[in-house]
């Protein structure tokens, strides 16, 4: 099988598996109460110790002021907050709140109720091939954000 058939057969099957939602615990994404914006620049802010206001209305896409808006109403949930950029205090940065780090963390780990159970009804053999393949992949996602 050429490589690139090999990988959109992957990622057909990662997305069967997904499919199987009567599996995995779905309700903390149903029970967001927010925008996709919000949670997109939530996921954003997430990724750095401090993000300036610029950078994330340029990776959002959009204008400054659409940025504040949505910031604004992250910080109005506790889920990030603000900070003044230690080098100059006319920057603002947006930082996730402790509440907002749960939040995705708990986004992170419904997935963990469709693999558990799935996990331990493999044979040894097939647990160390997945095993394997995650390590293989966590270490491309790695390398991957470093360059």
Known sequence: MAETEEIRDILRLQDELVRHRTVWDAGPWLGLNMSTPQLKALLLISEEAGIRMRELARKLGGS???????????????????????????????QTADEGQQLIEQLITSWRTLSAPLLETLAPEDLSTVHEALRVLLKAAQQNRET
């Open 64 to 94: 400054f002021s659409n940025a504040t808006v949505l910031v604004d109403r992250l910080v109005d949930r506790g889920l990030v907050e603000r900070l003044a950029d230690p080098q100059d205090r006319r920057v603002v940065l947006v």
